[in-house]
């Protein structure tokens, strides 16, 4: 193998591969399930109660420490329902479920979230269509 001459200085260094469970998260289900991930949950320590905040796009959470809570997650497992939260985000065009990444903001004293939305793998459907037509084809033969 012929490796070219190259200014090695010109190479870049690639970011280290982060785990998702060490991005702190917070996720809505379709049933209304609102949770903070672990990584999210030792980074607040004790607390569990916020006073929650939603961009008009839905876009940005915020979880404010500062504000009265309206908020308030298990102690354990970091986990609440709020329908109306949840009808809230769907009402805004987003596929449930979404999932924020949480940001400490020291100057507004709370975690602020960007929405990704994680929609269903479009192969899935397929997937299943030709586990059932191939069943179906083992059973005419079994016939």
Known sequence: MSIPRFDFQTLQDIPSRLNHRDTPRLTITEKGLISINGALRSRVGERRAFW???SPDGRYMALCTREEPN???GLRSGRTY???LCRLVE???FTLPVVYTMEWD???SAWIGCCEEI???P???VLCEEKIARRR???GRQA
């Open 137 to 139: 084809k083992a059973a």
């Open 106 to 108: 020291e100057e507004h």
């Open 123 to 125: 192969a899935l459907s």
């Open 91 to 93: 009402g805004m065009g």
């Open 119 to 121: 929609a269903p793998p």
């Open 52 to 54: 929650a905040k939603i």
């Open 71 to 73: 908020l308030q997650f």
């Open 82 to 84: 709020h329908a109306a």
